[in-house]
């Protein structure tokens, strides 16, 4: 079997009494076809950090977590109580990261050094394995619990590897038999006039995208009348003012549309973003009804 990609949320930086520990960690994954990638340490950034880890994110079938401590805190406090103890905390991309593969629905395993604390490493934060571990023991990887939840977890991942080259293979297949390249997700109305609105069919993707790039794939049809449901024909300015494109009519029920096709495109656009959770909900639903189509 092939190695499976999969994220390993780490820092960059661990004090020298933790990096034997972490070698042998590598072995183990390494010994078990699995290839873990980390921003910074496998795979360098060319866009900002974030960018960065979400498109790797998306190539990866689960999300490994190593809480080591970056920031120790011996005076101060907690809300009100005054800190009696050193307190460790990880590096915040521990979080960033684990709170994208939780979005993905990845198989997420969290271990963290035993003084590691706060987020995702307080138990009940997140309903996923959570281990606690003294990283500076060489050997740690070789503890019982640690290797019962890798392999846990090692089965999961390859679940949803399988599941998701099964999904890839399938869009490829099927791709090029969709008979269209747009789907129709709402209808814009006013004044007694419509337009539909169709967005672009995108098959690969895993998560909602931002309402900007939504928009970009956004279509409109020429607008019709309500009650007759003919296309409205343009109207045009006189020609003292060169015949421009001023708005559209239906000439059998009088019912207009006054604006041209931009700003027709721009009350389109400035409804979805005023409702942009519907829009893509309908969207969404027409997208799981064509892959359902496929199995």
């Not at 290797?147 to 089965?155: Q, S």
């Not at 006013?190 to 169709?198: E, K, L, N, S």
């Not at 967005?199 to 998560?207: D, M």
Request: proline share 4%; net charge positive.
């Amino acid at each position: 079997m092939d190695k499976i990609d999969i994220f390993l949320s780490r820092p960059t930086w661990i004090e020298e009494k933790f990096k034997e520990g972490l070698d042998n960690f590598y072995k183990i994954l390494k010994s078990l076809q699995i290839n873990p990638r980390t921003i910074g340490k496998s795979d360098y950034p060319i866009d900002s950090p974030l960018d960065e880890v979400i498109s790797l994110m998306n190539k990866c079938c689960g999300l490994i977590v190593l809480g080591y401590p970056q920031i120790k805190i011996h005076k101060g406090f907690v809300k009100d109580v005054r800190i009696k103890n050193t307190v460790e905390l990880p590096t915040e991309w521990n979080h960033i990261e684990t709170s994208l593969a939780y979005v993905r629905k990845l198989p997420i395993l969290l271990i963290h050094h035993e003084r590691v604390r706060r987020g995702v490493f307080d138990r009940g934060a997140v309903s996923k394995f959570l281990y606690e571990i003294d990283f500076t023991k060489s050997d740690w990887p070789l503890d019982d619990n640690i290797h019962g939840a890798l392999n846990n977890w090692r089965t999961k991942a390859l679940q949803y590897y399988k599941e998701t080259v099964s999904k890839k293979n399938k869009i490829i297949e099927y791709k090029d038999k969709i008979p269209y390249d747009f789907v129709t997700i709402g209808t814009f109305k006013t004044g007694g006039t419509a337009t539909d609105i169709r967005s672009k069919i995108i098959l690969k993707e895993n998560i909602q995208p931002s309402i900007d790039i939504f928009l970009e794939r956004i279509d409109i049809s020429p607008p019709y009348c309500l009650k007759c449901s003919r296309n409205l024909s343009k109207v045009h300015a006189s020609w003292m003012a060169d015949g421009i494109h001023i708005g559209y009519d239906c000439k059998k029920c009088g019912v207009e549309y006054k604006g041209n096709k931009k700003e027709l495109r721009y009350d389109v656009l400035s409804d979805i973003r005023k409702n942009y959770q519907s829009y893509y909900k309908e969207y969404k639903r027409k997208i799981d009804e064509i892959i359902n189509n496929m199995s």
